[in-house]
């Protein structure tokens, strides 16, 4: 299996603009997270989902973030418009039954 | 909600020797605590993992504790090597993890 897949792994982009970060989890796995990481605030959840139905988006700082989970094999992670504090990396990971994640090589996203 | 605390935030040790990290949690339901290492400009990857009903884990050269009672775990590494330098995160699991602040550990040669 080639792990998590995250795309792109690097994205910078404007003030104002959207961003869409994309994620493939391992097959079979039934949870999928999206985290946020940043020097100052760590590793934080924004949401995860088990067998594709959102279960938790308490960590969605705001509604200018969105994910979705259209199948089993896909999501996406939605920051519309985008803000220079958005700077972070991101990551994807996905777990069978909620134990040992495994994470996605991260996307590193820099808002300007 | 769970809340979990690590330390230290930093360890520095001499190659060779031995490295504890600790972290306490607060909610006794959690049932699962796992550790991951995550190395500069990497993914953070699961290196070993304990669940409540067992009180010690031990996978070569590391080795995870749980005390339930005192709400606490903690991760021991022996014989440090340089690439065991890495920032460690400790997390504990009630319906979604909550993952300590992290640990910086430098081994020198």
């Known amino acids: 299996d080639a792990g998590v897949i995250q795309s792109p792994r690097h994205e910078v982009t404007e003030m104002g603009q959207e961003v869409t970060l994309r994620c493939k989890p391992i097959?079979?796995?039934?949870?999928l997270f999206w985290y946020r990481q940043t020097m100052m605030r760590g590793l934080e959840l924004l949401i995860y989902?088990?067998?594709?139905?959102?279960?938790?988006d308490s960590g969605m700082p705001e509604d200018r973030f969105s994910a979705k989970m259209p199948n089993a094999s896909f999501s996406t992670l939605k920051i519309q418009p985008s803000e220079p504090r958005d700077s972070a990396v991101y990551f994807c990971a996905s777990s069978l039954h909620n134990y040992g994640y495994t994470f996605g090589s991260g996307t590193r996203l820099t808002v300007v | 909600g769970e809340n979990v605390e690590q330390h230290p935030s930093t360890l520095s040790v001499q190659e060779g020797d031995s490295a504890v990290i600790k972290c306490t949690y607060s909610d006794s339901a959690s049932n699962y605590f796992p550790w991951y290492k995550q190395e500069l400009g990497k993914r953070p990857q699961l290196i070993i993992d304990i669940r409540s009903n067992v009180g010690e884990k031990k996978d070569q050269r590391i080795a995870v504790t749980l005390n339930k009672t005192a709400k606490h775990f903690s991760l021991h590494i022996t014989e440090t090597q340089p690439e065991d330098s890495a920032v460690y995160f400790c997390a504990a699991m009630r319906n979604k993890f909550y993952f300590g602040s992290g640990t910086k550990l430098n081994v020198k040669p």
């Open positions: 989902f088990n067998n594709n139905v959102p279960i938790d």
């Open positions: 097959s079979g796995h039934d949870y």
